[in-house]
């Protein structure tokens, strides 16, 4: 039992942690782990500050091992009390390093760190830190790696999450930029990302940061932020924005026809003579004047003011975007005309340079375009309110704390265990339970629902009991994208949303509101909506300056056109009865409308919003733009053996004892491991379970990472172990190991060796089943010239039989590999190219965190594993297709739009400045200008949408057939013959 020990006792050890991802998962595992070391008085673990502080009489080597043997690093940060009056809060200080690349830069920057007084220093390449001791200035480190090159910054981890701004009147990249340089000046602010797409930003902040000052520098940046919640969706933003340029484009339509009717009716039709009827200025104001003139100006001031309002902004804070644009060509043309208009009246001059209908047409194609474009944003970000539209409306309850306590019982019953009794009670009880729908809303943990034959599950819960005995059989492809019913047994978890497909059933209720499935869910494809991808940033800069180098080349192209014109180097023909400052001002202000920022800024948050959203719906949870990016340019998969490549549910399937019974042999085993969490220590336990043995009493119980457990079995008076033979073999132990064992582990067994006070007492076989769905897979793979590894801590002959069922050839695979071997291993393959790891979440966490693109099996709970980029709903491995496919359609799609954006400015802005007009006599006038630049922003978003049309790829060998077919014609080898024939064996490796 742990003792009582005074708070403010100063720890006997710190350790500095690695790989922890969160506090409720992680940090407790890690705390859980320290107090089960014998003479541990006290544990606790931080992920704030990366360390776990120890407090009792114990070697520090057991300490580490026993992080290691939860998946964790750990090296010593402080093992001797430190005074009470110099104790620091904080054993590890993190730093943010901008520049690194490779393992060069990496050793750059922590001999740096060591040479300004660090104590001891790690980098994350890929994640940009600098973890160092706390043992230095700040201020030295910061110093120190900067003149390495490398920008640095100490920052501070907060577990309050981030912050949610709404941010409302961005129009383009410029706009985003613009409020993520101010929210990244506020102090206090760690990282910012905005999102013109979804209106938002989200915002980390250290402990000394303020929420009001980031809400006053947007606000000061002139756009409207306040607060949102995660409940809030941004449906609400979205439909506002729709409803505001559809009222503006009914104005701009409104006040727009009569200026055309006056312009045409005055020059063709029986009504000549009545637009051409003077009214003042003797005679030269004429009814078309007026006309166009005051609606002219009507429109610029209620359909654009809104322009004029958000430019004003950007002239204060000088960051032009697509709005000054709109503002600079609009003006001009008005100012134009009304200068035409009064010089008309004043000098007798005609009326053919009014320009009021183009100002207007300038308008109503930008309010149109922003119309579609905001319409079709609406449609890309449908995925989260059909995640959220999932949940049922209402719920069928048993109200009753009886019938609630034996659910409680029911629940925390395995699956093998006899529950007769505790059943006979539930249908006693529910029989007398009067049923109530109630608001899905109003459930609450412990809740006993009833699902009928066709309803929906109202809350994630577990099931209690199926009308008739069986399991029940739901649908769970809004989730998972599975069409095929999953059985689910009693005590198999549930989710909202899930249709019951069988008979009825009852579920206990075990999380409602945000902590369900889908909440989780819908909240992690909106953080990856704003997580921008690394393209972006080249968006970015280019509308930092896109704006200003616009109106530059406008202004360019007006004096060249003038100057030509005025020195007689333009042919009287081409003027057109124009004078030369009509002439010119037109092909200026055509160069300043059809400029688009937009495409470029909609390219990549348009196509993350709908990969992210379709993934959502096939059971895939990216959570980004960098992990999505990332995983479409990945040239290695690596593949944990155990719960991923396998079923994760071994199980016993034989058994030699040496001069001992069977049971004996499995009951001393389980009795061993009855407190380890290792996917063969359940295995042990359930066969102890199913063959009616009762698990013994052990003390000072040990797990060695990797290798296996030591514990006294109190009830045999004798020390067991159970492992590998490596380690009974280290333990002085004789390891018998015959034919039998040879066959176990050719035919993908893992043996496990029993030991009683060293001395050998036989051996176990412990088979987990290759998933049926992984050669299929990685077969997928290989056509895709990916290199694909598996590694895992058991033997080589099983490792070995794994590879040959799966499809993979000897040469890559790595047996006998500990957490910290899987990490070293992930390093060593980034050399080669962006690596992917594939595992179960939890041991896996630190090649997790290593990899490039982290990919975790979830089956519902992965939602929050926190060490993934990308986590599977469904436990299903053909997700890894589905999510490396989804990835390259989506950055190709981003490519493509980028592609789109740019021809589209090299193309249209020379075609503008009349570049071609010599030749061919025709020049885009401002008004196909403004027709043309709402044409790309219009159809980048449409391009986005399409991803929506995405279906996951065909693993059937008949879709390798059919490509071999199209690539070498229609009598073309099968994939087994064309891989002969490049050299390639069956489940070799097209690298």
């Known amino acids: 039992m742990l003792e009582m020990t005074p708070a403010s006792t100063p720890p006997t050890h710190v350790l500095t942690i690695e790989g922890m991802m969160c506090q409720q998962s992680c940090g407790s595992t890690v705390a859980n782990a320290l107090r089960n070391v014998p003479g541990v008085s ?16 114990v070697d520090v080597a057991l300490l580490i091992d026993a992080v290691e043997c939860v998946g964790f690093g750990a090296e010593v940060s402080q093992t001797k009390p430190a005074p009470p009056s110099t104790v620091s809060l904080k054993s590890s200080r993190e730093f943010r390093v901008n520049g690194m690349r490779t393992l060069t830069d990496a050793r750059r920057v922590e001999q740096a760190a060591l040479k300004a007084g660090c104590g001891s220093a790690k980098v994350n390449v890929n994640a940009g830190r600098l973890l160092a001791s706390s043992d230095c200035n700040a201020r030295d480190v910061e110093r120190a790696v900067t003149a390495e090159g ?16 709404k941010v409302e009147g961005m129009s383009c990249a410029a706009c985003s930029s613009k409020v993520e340089r101010a929210l990244s000046e506020v102090p206090g602010v760690l990282r910012a990302d905005v999102s013109v797409a979804t209106h938002r930003a989200r915002v980390v902040l250290s402990q000394e940061g303020d929420r009001a000052d980031c809400v006053a520098a947007v606000k000061k940046c002139g756009f409207r932020c306040s607060l949102a919640t995660r409940d809030e ?15 503006s484009l009914k104005v701009a339509l409104l006040l727009s026809i009569p200026i055309f009717v006056a312009k045409w009716g005055g020059m063709i039709g029986p009504g000549q003579e009545f637009w051409h009827t003077g009214i003042g200025c003797h005679g030269m104001f004429t009814i078309e004047a007026l006309v166009a003139s005051v609606c002219g100006l009507s429109v610029q001031i209620f359909v654009g003011g809104r322009f004029y309002r958000n430019a004003y902004t950007q002239f204060r804070s000088c960051s032009w975007g697509m709005d000054s644009l709109i503002v600079v060509a609009t003006s001009t043309v008005v100012t134009y005309s009304f200068y035409s208009l009064i010089d008309c009246c004043v000098y007798d001059a005609n009326h053919q340079h009014l320009l009021f209908d183009t100002a207007a047409m300038l308008l109503l194609f930008v309010t149109l375009g922003k119309f579609l474009e905001s319409r079709a944003k609406q449609r890309t970000g449908d995925a989260v309110e059909a995640l959220l539209a999932l949940r049922p409306a209402s719920a069928t309850l048993l109200p009753s704390s009886e019938l609630r306590d034996v659910a409680t019982k029911l629940s925390r019953l395995d699956v093998n ?53 069986g399991s029940a059989r739901l649908d769970e492809s809004a989730l998972t994208g599975e069409s095929k019913p999953a059985k689910r047994p009693r005590g198999a978890k549930v989710f909202a949303s899930s249709k019951n497909m069988g008979r009825s059933c009852y579920i206990r209720i075990e ?17 990856a909506q704003l997580d921008k991808a690394p393209i972006q940033n080249f968006a970015d800069r280019i509308a930092s300056v896109f704006a200003p180098c616009v109106v530059f080349l406008g202004l360019t192209t007006f004096m060249a056109w ?43 948050p348009t196509a993350v919003m709908v990969g992210t959203g379709v993934g959502a719906n096939l059971g895939v949870l990216a959570k980004g733009g960098a992990a999505l990016e990332h995983a479409a340019a990945c040239k290695v998969v690596v593949f944990d053996k155990t719960g991923t490549l396998t079923q994760g549910k071994p199980r016993v399937v034989g058994c030699q004892a040496y001069k001992m019974t069977e049971d004996d042999l499995i009951r001393a085993a ?6 380890s969490s290792h996917p063969l220590a359940g295995a042990l336990r359930r066969a102890a379970q199913q063959r009616g043995l009762k698990l013994l009493r052990v003390d000072d119980a040990k797990d060695v990472e990797g290798l296996g457990a030591q514990a006294n079995v109190g009830d045999l008076g004798a020390s067991v172990a159970v492992g590998s033979s490596r380690f009974l073999r280290e333990l002085g132990v004789d390891v018998v190991e015959d034919e039998t064992t040879q066959r176990w582990r050719q035919e993908a067994a893992t043996v496990v060796h029993v030991a009683f006070d060293r001395r050998f007492a036989g051996s176990i076989a412990i088979a987990d089943a290759p998933r049926p769905e992984a050669s299929l897979v990685i077969a997928w793979l290989h056509r895709q010239s990916i290199d694909v590894w598996m590694c895992t801590g058991d033997s080589s002959q099983t490792a070995d039989a794994v590879a040959l069922q799966v499809g993979l050839s000897r040469n890559r695979v790595r047996a006998g590999q500990l957490p910290r071997d899987k990490r070293d291993l992930i390093t060593e393959l980034q050399n080669d190219g962006l690596v992917v790891f594939v595992g179960d979440g939890v041991n896996d966490a630190p090649a997790l965190a290593q990899a490039d693109v982290g990919v975790a099996l979830g089956a519902g709970s992965g939602v929050a594993v926190e060490a993934a980029d990308v986590v599977l709903v469904g436990d299903d491995l053909r997700g890894v297709s589905t999510a490396l496919d989804l990835a390259r359609h989506t950055y190709n799609r981003i490519r493509l739009n980028f592609a789109w954006a740019t021809c589209y400015n090299l193309v249209l802005v020379p075609a503008a400045a009349g570049a071609f007009y010599p030749a061919t006599r025709q020049r885009l006038p401002p008004a196909a200008a403004a027709a043309c630049m709402v044409f790309s922003s219009v159809s980048v978003v449409l391009s986005s949408l399409a991803l929506r049309l995405y279906a996951p790829p065909d693993l059937s060998q008949k879709t390798g057939e059919r490509r071999c077919r199209r690539w070498f014609g229609r009598d073309a080898p099968c994939d087994e013959e064309r891989e002969s024939f490049l050299g390639t064996p069956k489940g070799g490796d097209l690298v």
């Open 42 to 57: 006290r544990a606790e673990a931080s992920f704030a500050d990366h360390n776990a502080s120890v407090w009792g009489e």
């Open 150 to 165: 490398y920008a640095c910054e100490a920052v501070d981890v907060t577990n309050d999450g981030a912050l949610l701004l």
């Open 233 to 247: 969706s941004p449906a609400a933003a979205s439909q506002r924005e729709v409803a505001g340029w559809w009222r």
């Open 417 to 469: 265990e006899d529950a007769s009794a505790l059943e006979r009670d539930f249908r006693s009880l529910a029989a007398q339970c009067v049923a109530g729908d109630v608001d899905a809303d109003a459930c609450e943990v412990g809740d006993v629902a009833r699902v009928s034959q066709g309803e929906a599950v109202p809350a994630d819960g577990v099931v209690i009991l199926v009308e008739g005995g």
């Open 511 to 527: 999380a409602v509101g945000g902590d369900a499935c889908v909440a989780q869910i819908a909240r992690l494809v909106e953080d």
């Open 562 to 604: 003038y100057i030509a014109a005025e020195t007689g180097n333009v042919p009287e023909s081409w003027l057109d009865e124009r004078d030369t400052f009509l002439f010119a001002l037109l092909f200026g202000v055509s160069v300043v409308v059809v400029a688009c920022p937009c495409a470029l800024g909609l390219a990549t």
């Open 670 to 675: 389980a009795s061993c491991e009855q407190h």
